[in-house]
């Protein structure tokens, strides 16, 4: 059985940081695609960061970049975002979710998704 569950969620002040780990089992990390998600209160769910199986390429949704690292450790079949300088509008449910797919397409559908971890901002 496919299995993503995230930790590392929290309640952080602005300016803060957080690593968020994606840690898989029943299947083998490296060849799978891995994307980061977050979903607030009222809004949709977007994708904030992905990383790919092929050739480990990453993206970032623009509202993060420069703050938020993705990085996959294949040893410990988990992979990770590391968000550094936390604003308010950052809070929200993050999700990871992989795919066997090779690259992180625009209109990729993730097979796995985790349960999400609560990540909130605020002084």
């Known amino acids: 059985q496919f299995e993503l569950v995230e930790s590392g969620g929290g309640l952080v002040q602005p300016g803060g940081s957080l690593r968020l780990a994606c840690a898989a089992s029943g299947f083998t990390l490296d060849y799978w695609t891995i994307g980061w998600f977050r979903q607030a209160p009222g809004k949709k769910r977007e994708r904030v960061s992905c990383?790919?199986?092929?050739?480990?390429?990453?993206m970032y949704a623009d509202d993060v970049k420069g703050r938020f690292t993705i990085s996959r450790d294949n040893a410990k079949n988990t992979a990770y975002l590391q968000m550094n300088n936390l604003q308010p509008l950052d809070t929200a449910v993050y999700y990871c979710?992989?795919?066997?797919?090779?690259?992180?397409?625009?209109?990729?559908?993730?097979?796995?998704w985790g349960q999400g971890t609560q990540v909130t901002v605020s002084s």
């Open positions: 990383i790919s199986s092929r050739d480990t390429s990453t």
């Open positions: 979710a992989g795919d066997p797919s090779d690259y992180c397409s625009d209109n990729l559908e993730f097979a796995v």
